[in-house]
């Protein structure tokens, strides 16, 4: 089913959950003792990112040295298609502007209708380790709003491999990424809000947003977003602070602010122990001033912490 179809459908707040594929090495047990627990909470989806290669050098044997790209987390596709076929729950795979060609896209893309995957995320995927600023593959898209565009192309049964003639129509519910408190390279919040419309035009189907620790933000986006005239689900994306170390990199890595209370209660813990209590109950407090706001969904991040989102979720579910 779509993820617009989950959200018409609904009589609740809908859950969703987030996972990442498992380090390279593991099988897809790691992926259903991770996911087992939080079935309990029947949730309408589950997204699975997508990490793009790094490059390294490598020294060959004769001494001389060759470039080899490294993907530590490949399998997005794959678990998709396990998750749908173990638990019969509808999977969301990322699918990312970076590291791919509009060829390589298209035909992911019809791997993904080949496996009845009708749900993506598009995103244009954060920068390689090695690189300053994202740059596309050459004959890549640079900003997601260039992929959701080529998304509605197969909508519409437009290829680029232009000697397709059967002129089968692809049926995919995409989604894109929106950034309560901006994203980092924007030129302005404002600015970033006009893109955002832009991939809503171009025909996004809803919106998933970047974590936030402050409700009072991700309101005002909402706000802003609708006096914009965007009018499609817009989805909070939650994640429980876990350590304190998280006090500087979260607000680093994602470009959001923790609030003044949740610094101050977690920078009073003595172990990662405690911060995770504090965390928990803080996402607790926000998942159910999400909800009696009206949310459709709450979305949350499990990042390789299961247990963590458990103990949220059994508190609102
Ligand atoms: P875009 O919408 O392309 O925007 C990128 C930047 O460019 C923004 O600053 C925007 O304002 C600006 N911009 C957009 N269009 C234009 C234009 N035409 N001209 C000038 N500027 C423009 N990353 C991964 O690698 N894998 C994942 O699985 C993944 N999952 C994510 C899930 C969610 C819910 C979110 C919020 C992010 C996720 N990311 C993931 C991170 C994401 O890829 C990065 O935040 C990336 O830097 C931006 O992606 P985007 O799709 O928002 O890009």
């Known amino acids: 089913m779509k993820i617009t ?11 969703s959950f987030e996972i990442l594929p498992p380090l390279k090495g593991r099988d897809i047990s790691s992926i259903y003792n991770h996911l087992d627990p939080l079935m309990e909470f029947k949730p309408s989806w589950i997204n699975v990112t997508y990490h793009r290669a790094d490059t390294t050098i490598k020294k060959r044997d004769d ?5 080899v790209a490294i993907r530590k987390r490949p399998g997005t596709v794959g678990i998709c298609a396990a998750i749908m076929n173990h638990y019969g729950t509808d999977a969301v795979p990322h699918i990312i502007c970076g590291g791919f060609t509009k060829n390589d896209t298209e035909d992911a893309l019809i791997d993904l209708n080949f496996l009845g995957i009708q749900n993506v995320l598009a995103l244009r995927g954060d920068a390689a380790k090695n690189e300053i600023h994202f740059e596309p593959e050459i004959g890549g898209h640079r900003y997601a709003i260039d992929l959701l565009k080529q998304i509605n192309n197969l909508n519409n049964g437009i290829y680029l491999d232009n000697t397709i003639t059967a002129g089968g129509k692809t049926d995919f519910c995409a989604g894109v990424a929106g950034y309560p408190e901006m994203h980092f390279e924007a030129a302005s919040y404002q600015d970033d809000l006009q893109k955002l419309k832009a991939k809503v035009d171009a025909g996004a189907a809803y919106i998933m947003t970047q974590m936030f620790f402050d409700n009072k933000k991700f309101f005002r986006f909402v706000e802003d977003c609708r006096a914009l005239g965007i009018d499609i689900p817009i989805i909070p994306g939650l994640k429980a602070l876990t350590k304190k170390s998280q006090l500087n990199v979260l607000p680093k890595i994602f470009n959001i602010e923790i609030p003044h209370d949740l610094t101050n209660a977690i920078e009073q813990t003595n172990t990662d122990e405690d911060a995770e209590k504090i965390g928990i109950e803080w996402l607790i407090q926000q998942s159910k001033e999400l909800k009696s706001f009206g949310v459709p969904v709450l979305h949350f991040y499990t990042l390789g912490k299961p247990s963590t989102i458990y103990n949220v979720v059994k508190e609102i579910a």
């Open 5 to 15: 179809e989950h959200i018409q459908q609904a009589k609740d707040t809908l859950i």
């Open 63 to 67: 001494g001389t040295f060759e470039k």
